[in-house]
C-alpha cells in the first residue's frame, strides 16, 4: 500500500511558477513509476507528465513543467514555469508499478492550482 500526499498548491498569476509536491509512503517508492494529472472544472482528468525510466509530458505543458524525483526522500516534484490560467486544475499524484503481472495504483488526494489572468 502507497499512500501519496500532495502540496504546493496555491493561487498565482499568469507567467508565474508554483512547485507541487508528492511525498510518497512505503519502501518501495522508487520501483513505482510517478506521474502528475489533473482535472479542470467540467472536464475529465488528464496526463500532465511522468518519471520512471525516462520523463514523459503532455504537449500542452512541454518547455513549461520539469517532473522530477528524489528517492531518498519518497517525493516527486513538478516545476511548473510560465503558468496559464488553462492550467487551472485540481492536481494529483499518481503512483502505479506492475509486478508478477498485477498492476498497482495509487493516487493522491490532488492539490488545487489556479493561475489568474
Known amino acids: 500500500q502507497v499512500q501519496l500526499v500532495e502540496s504546493g498548491g496555491g493561487l498565482v498569476q499568469a507567467g508565474g511558477s508554483l512547485r507541487l509536491s508528492c511525498a510518497a509512503s512505503g519502501r518501495t517508492f522508487s520501483s513505482y513509476a510517478m506521474g502528475w494529472f489533473r482535472q479542470a472544472p467540467g472536464k475529465e482528468r488528464e496526463f500532465v507528465a511522468a518519471?520512471?525510466?525516462?520523463?514523459w509530458y503532455a504537449d500542452s505543458v512541454k518547455g513549461r513543467f520539469t517532473i522530477s524525483r528524489d528517492n531518498a526522500k519518497n517525493t516527486v516534484y513538478l516545476q511548473m514555469n510560465s503558468l496559464k490560467p488553462e492550467d487551472t486544475a485540481v492536481y494529483y499524484c499518481?503512483?502505479?508499478?506492475?509486478?508478477?503481472?498485477?498492476?498497482?495504483?495509487?493516487w493522491g488526494q490532488g492539490t488545487q492550482v489556479t493561475v489568474s489572468s
Open positions: 499518481n503512483a502505479v508499478n506492475s509486478i508478477a503481472g498485477k498492476t498497482y495504483e495509487y
Open positions: 518519471i520512471g525510466d525516462s520523463t
